[in-house]
Structures are given as C-alpha cells and as structure tokens.
C-alpha cells in the first residue's frame, strides 16, 4: 500500500537553516507530481511547495518563495525540502504528498522555528 515517510525535521532558531526529506513507497514515485504541505495549530494543511515528476518545474507559496529549494530524486523515491533563513511562522508539522493526492498521509515531521 502507499507509505509516505517524512523526516529530517526539528527545532532551530530564526535564519537557520534546514532539510527535510520525504520517501514515497508503494505507488509509482516517479509519475506524481509531488507537494510538500504545512499544517499549523488550528489551521488545515496548505501548500508550501510543488514539483513535477521530472523534478523541472516547481512552484511555491509566496511565504516561502526565495528561502524554500524543493528538489527530488527519482531513483530513490525521494523528496526533499530546502529550508533557508526559517522564520517562526515556518513552524509547523510537514507533510508530503502527490498530485492528485494518495490514499494515505504520512507521520509528517515537526518544524519548530524559535529563539
């Protein structure tokens, strides 16, 4: 069945920096379309970044635009997510997922950006 597993997230201080991965399973990772989501207290998952299945065209919230670098690498049925000069605003759980969506989300990984 599909498994998304999210990783690499944790806590750092405002203009830090981080790298988050996500490895897909089960589905043909190659084919999608892939979004990395933010889900925050009190609010529903929005997206923060997206990439196409060959990994040469990407798109990005504007809140992230200029410090988030998403990239893929097909043979390992990996995403990953860039994080540049992390605001507090950054902090949230993320969460990969495909375009059209999967059957099933991940765990997601905890960014906490804070002094």
Same mark, same amino acid.
């Given at each position: 069945?599909?498994?998304?597993? @999210? &990783? ?7 203009? @830090? &920096?981080? !790298?988050?991965? %996500?490895? /897909? ?8 379309? *892939?979004?990395? +989501? !933010? ?5 529903? #998952? @929005?997206?923060? $970044? /997206?990439? &196409? $299945? ?12 200029? #410090?988030?670098?998403?990239? !893929?690498?097909? $043979?390992?049925?990996? *995403? +990953?997510?860039? *994080?540049?000069?992390?605001?507090? @605003?950054?902090?949230?759980? +993320? +969460? %990969? ?13 905890? =960014?906490? =950006?804070?002094?």
């Amino acid at each position: 069945q599909v498994q998304l597993v @999210e &990783s690499g997230g944790g806590w750092v201080q405002p203009g @830090e &920096s981080l !790298r988050i991965s %996500c490895v /897909g399973s089960g589905f043909h990772f190659p084919g999608y379309f *892939m979004r990395w +989501y !933010r889900q925050t207290p009190g609010q529903g #998952r @929005e997206v923060v $970044a /997206g990439i &196409s $299945a060959e990994g040469d065209r990407t798109v990005y919230d504007d809140s992230v635009k200029g #410090r988030f670098i998403i990239s !893929r690498d097909n $043979a390992k049925n990996s *995403m +990953y997510l860039q *994080m540049s000069s992390l605001k507090p @605003e950054d902090t949230g759980v +993320y +969460y %990969c997922n495909g375009a059209p969506l999967l059957d099933s989300w991940g765990q997601g990984t905890q =960014v906490t =950006v804070s002094s």
